[in-house]
């Protein structure tokens, strides 16, 4: 480098908005030193533009500068990608001829994929022992930068580390590759400075996965793992999984008979049977009372469409590779990856007058999105879904009355649930369609309603849909997980796309603005997480079966079928098996049924019923009356918990 390079200066900006002037050719650790000597000798990693980058990793000019330490939210995902690496030196050291594929960090551990590696589950105690051996051994974590020559030398016995080489020997002209002991890799990092700095590490599970994610590469062996700064974190971990595992939608949608996805069906393709479609059912009519009194029009479009409407919608060419497209003759379909289109093209058939306005369509449409076979997992990841799609076409004028009266709805929806939530504004992403007028117009709309509310929210930089920027609500669950769930987007491209217009008051023509929401996000989404959410305890309004009568003996079986009679208006089974008293109550226990009504010679001569709850409690001498009311008053009133034994 001359002298004059080494003499010029660019400035960084620090996350308190003030700029730093450091030397063109300096490091985020060289940032670090410069802001002081503690914060560098304290730097693991950076942030770039909000992109996590190793200390090594160059500067740039007005780059925003982040520096990761171990106090940062950051370091947990640096420190795991460190554990990926002692996974992937454990393997080699135990066995011979392995390909190394890929080893990221994950928000909650890391994996790394393994070709022509054979192990199962009672393996990974031993892996996990010489992991340990490795973090023991404190073996310092080296960075070393080579020409791409040299890495493909390295890399010469690894065929997936060379396709990865080429990839990005497209762009640079040298790679990294980190040591520590007698093992390296080709990695951009960031790593910790040793292995010791690694905290408590567990090895979780064996699967099958594609070599990038394609079911048409290589299976290959990934092994989960996780790791914590220290053992209770660890701890604490384990029990959250347990219990995840314990409320797996897929475990309990089986044990009630809720839903399968069968292999004749074919993958992501769920079959609802009539319990799991009667909760839906129920889900499905709350949100339409609350469209109903909030003047949306139902429609219905088909599940197919020739491709010219998803070239004109912009979905084409920014959404091909998610869809199922097809042929039929000369020409060619595809099943819709979403509802807008069809919504526009219903709105663009007629004349509209600014009086009609806003119009606002709505529809439980089923949508298809071609997710890799890998990633698809019971409801959570489908590849046929339903959307409690809306759609809303106004003037500029009642952008923000509208957005405030969905925002309404979807609390009104969450709080039903009794959900914890946050909201984002997610802005554009780096594949869209627009102008950035368009883009600043939308984003500055939704944002100022968000402020003049006073809402809290988190911007989500490049997070927005591709045809406009949306706020994102993520409630929790009751074990303390997020999930993404209702959104509202704000749409100035459709109209464009497909010329929609409405007359002003100027007897000119204007476009209108479209208004994208879903109050749940989608049904299986949903209704995944209230299954894991209420552990398939479902509240009575939702609940398949709401009541069962348990007759004591035989003798009894003619008044419990009275008594069911008396709340026809309920799902109400008879439990009229020939069995002990005992072991019903276990049954519906077990089946998860709300209330049981128990009846026998004592309840039969005197008219009334005994009632029991899923909390075990029970009550005598009830009257099927009382009881008949506060069943309507507790469905009506949609409350997430029977409490008739709870006053």
Same mark, same amino acid.
């Given at each position: 480098?001359?002298?004059?390079?080494?003499?010029?200066?660019?400035?960084?900006?620090?996350?308190?908005?003030?700029?730093?002037?450091?030397?063109?050719? +300096?490091?985020?650790?060289?940032?670090?030193?410069?802001?002081?000597?503690?914060?560098?000798?304290?730097?693991?990693?950076?942030?770039?533009?909000?992109?996590?980058? +190793?200390?090594?990793?160059?500067?740039?000019?007005?780059?925003?500068?982040?520096?990761?330490?171990?106090?940062?939210?950051?370091?947990?995902?640096?420190?795991?990608?460190?554990?990926? @690496?002692?996974?992937?030196?454990?393997?080699?050291?135990?066995?011979?001829?392995?390909?190394?594929?890929?080893?990221?960090?994950?928000?909650?551990?890391?994996?790394?994929?393994?070709?022509?590696?054979?192990?199962?589950?009672?393996?990974?105690?031993?892996?996990?022992?010489?992991?340990?051996?490795?973090?023991?051994?404190?073996?310092?974590?080296?960075?070393?930068?080579?020409?791409?020559?040299?890495?493909?030398?390295?890399?010469?016995?690894?065929?997936?580390?060379?396709?990865?080489?080429?990839?990005?020997?497209?762009?640079?002209? @040298?790679?990294?590759?980190?040591?520590?002991?007698?093992?390296?890799?080709?990695?951009?990092?960031?790593?910790?400075?040793?292995?010791?700095?690694?905290? +408590?590490?567990?090895?979780?599970?064996?699967?099958?996965?594609?070599?990038?994610?394609?079911?048409?590469?290589?299976?290959?062996?990934?092994?989960?793992?996780?790791?914590?700064? &220290?053992?209770?974190?660890?701890?604490?971990?384990?029990?959250?999984?347990?219990?995840?595992?314990?409320?797996?939608?897929?475990?309990?949608? %089986?044990?009630?008979?809720?839903?399968?996805?069968?292999?004749?069906?074919?993958?992501?393709?769920?079959?609802?049977?009539?319990?799991?479609?009667?909760?839906?059912?129920?889900?499905?009519?709350?949100?339409?009372?609350? %469209?109903?009194?909030?003047?949306? &029009?139902?429609?219905?479009?088909?599940?197919?469409?020739?491709?010219?409407?998803?070239?004109?919608?912009?979905?084409?060419?920014?959404?091909?590779?998610?869809?199922?497209?097809?042929?039929?003759?000369?020409?060619?379909?595809?099943?819709?990856?979403?509802?807008?289109?069809? @919504?526009?093209?219903?709105?663009?058939?007629?004349?509209?007058?600014?009086?009609?306005?806003?119009?606002?369509?709505?529809?439980?449409?089923?949508?298809?999105?071609?997710?890799?076979?890998?990633?698809?997992?019971?409801?959570?990841?489908?590849?046929?879904?339903?959307?409690?799609?809306?759609?809303?076409?106004?003037?500029?004028?009642?952008?923000?009355?509208?957005?405030?009266?969905?925002?309404?709805?979807?609390?009104?929806?969450?709080?039903?649930?009794?959900?914890?939530?946050?909201?984002?504004?997610?802005?554009?992403?780096?594949?869209?369609?627009?102008?950035?007028?368009?883009?600043?117009?939308?984003?500055?709309?939704?944002?100022?309603?968000?402020?003049?509310?006073?809402?809290?929210?988190?911007?989500?930089?490049?997070?927005?849909?591709?045809?406009?920027?949306?706020?994102?609500?993520?409630?929790?669950?009751?074990?303390?997980?997020?999930?993404?769930?209702?959104?509202?987007?704000?749409?100035?491209?459709?109209?464009?796309?497909?010329?929609?217009?409405?007359?002003?008051?100027?007897?000119?023509?204007?476009?209108?603005?479209?208004? @994208?929401?879903?109050?749940?996000?989608?049904?299986?989404?949903?209704?995944?997480?209230?299954?894991?959410?209420?552990?398939?305890?479902?509240?009575?309004?939702?609940?398949?079966?709401?009541?069962?009568?348990?007759?004591?003996?035989?003798?009894?079986?003619?008044?419990?079928?009275?008594?069911?009679?008396?709340?026809?208006?309920?799902?109400?089974?008879?439990?009229?098996?020939?069995?002990?008293?005992?072991?019903?109550?276990?049954? +519906?226990?077990?089946?998860?049924?709300?209330?049981?009504?128990?009846?026998?010679?004592?309840?039969?001569?005197?008219?009334?019923?005994?009632?029991?709850?899923?909390?075990?409690?029970?009550?005598?001498?009830?009257?099927?009356?009382?009881?008949?009311?506060?069943?309507?008053?507790?469905?009506?009133?949609?409350?997430?918990?029977?409490?008739?034994?709870?006053?």
């Amino acid at each position: 480098m001359s002298e004059s390079d080494s003499q010029q200066q660019i400035a960084v900006v620090l996350p308190d908005g003030s700029e730093l002037e450091v030397d063109a050719d +300096a490091t985020v650790e060289d940032c670090a030193y410069e802001i002081g000597p503690g914060l560098g000798s304290d730097t693991i990693a950076g942030k770039l533009d909000g992109d996590l980058v +190793a200390k090594e990793e160059p500067v740039y000019d007005g780059v925003e500068l982040e520096i990761v330490t171990d106090q940062s939210d950051e370091y947990l995902r640096v420190m795991r990608h460190s554990a990926s @690496h002692c996974l992937a030196q454990a393997v080699e050291r135990h066995y011979d001829g392995v390909d190394l594929a890929i080893g990221p960090p994950t928000d909650e551990g890391f994996y790394y994929d393994f070709d022509n590696l054979d192990v199962d589950e009672e393996d990974l105690a031993v892996l996990e022992d010489e992991i340990e051996d490795i973090i023991e051994e404190d073996y310092e974590i080296e960075r070393e930068d080579v020409s791409i020559e040299e890495a493909e030398e390295r890399l010469a016995d690894e065929p997936y580390k060379l396709e990865l080489l080429e990839e990005f020997a497209d762009e640079n002209d @040298h790679v990294s590759f980190y040591s520590q002991g007698e093992w390296e890799d080709l990695c951009a990092g960031p790593h910790v400075d040793s292995t010791g700095e690694i905290g +408590a590490v567990k090895l979780l599970e064996i699967a099958g996965a594609y070599w990038r994610g394609d079911e048409d590469n290589t299976m290959q062996t990934r092994i989960y793992g996780t790791a914590f700064e &220290d053992e209770s974190d660890l701890e604490d971990f384990l029990e959250r999984k347990q219990e995840a595992e314990k409320r797996d939608h897929r475990r309990i949608g %089986n044990e009630m008979d809720l839903f399968s996805i069968q292999d004749v069906t074919g993958p992501g393709l769920p079959l609802y049977h009539p319990a799991g479609k009667t909760v839906l059912k129920e889900l499905e009519d709350f949100v339409e009372t609350l %469209n109903k009194e909030a003047g949306y &029009d139902y429609v219905e479009t088909p599940h197919v469409f020739k491709t010219d409407l998803w070239h004109r919608s912009g979905h084409y060419e920014n959404y091909a590779d998610d869809m199922f497209i097809f042929d039929v003759g000369d020409d060619e379909f595809g099943l819709k990856p979403m509802n807008c289109p069809g @919504h526009a093209a219903i709105f663009q058939d007629h004349s509209w007058s600014y009086r009609d306005l806003p119009i606002r369509y709505a529809e439980n449409g089923k949508v298809y999105r071609k997710e890799q076979r890998g990633e698809l997992s019971g409801l959570s990841r489908v590849w046929a879904f339903t959307i409690d799609d809306g759609h809303l076409f106004v003037r500029p004028d009642q952008i923000k009355q509208e957005v405030e009266e969905i925002m309404d709805m979807i609390t009104d929806v969450l709080e039903t649930f009794d959900l914890d939530y946050e909201m984002a504004l997610a802005t554009r992403p780096e594949k869209s369609v627009g102008s950035d007028e368009i883009w600043e117009r939308a984003e500055d709309q939704l944002e100022s309603v968000l402020e003049a509310h006073g809402h809290e929210y988190e911007i989500e930089e490049g997070d927005g849909a591709f045809y406009g920027p949306k706020i994102d609500f993520a409630f929790e669950d009751a074990i303390g997980r997020s999930w993404d769930g209702p959104t509202v987007q704000l749409d100035f491209n459709m109209p464009e796309r497909f010329d929609l217009n409405y007359v002003g008051e100027d007897n000119e023509e204007h476009r209108p603005v479209m208004i @994208h929401r879903a109050l749940y996000g989608s049904y299986e989404r949903f209704f995944m997480m209230l299954i894991e959410h209420y552990e398939g305890r479902f509240p009575l309004w939702l609940a398949p079966e709401q009541v069962r009568v348990l007759p004591i003996s035989d003798d009894n079986l003619g008044y419990a079928h009275r008594v069911a009679n008396e709340f026809d208006d309920f799902r109400v089974e008879v439990d009229g098996r020939d069995s002990t008293l005992e072991r019903k109550i276990r049954a +519906a226990h077990d089946d998860r049924v709300p209330y049981q009504i128990i009846v026998g010679d004592n309840e039969e001569e005197d008219g009334n019923i005994s009632v029991r709850d899923r909390f075990e409690d029970q009550e005598y001498d009830v009257e099927i009356d009382e009881f008949r009311a506060h069943l309507e008053a507790e469905r009506n009133e949609q409350r997430t918990e029977p409490d008739f034994l709870q006053d």
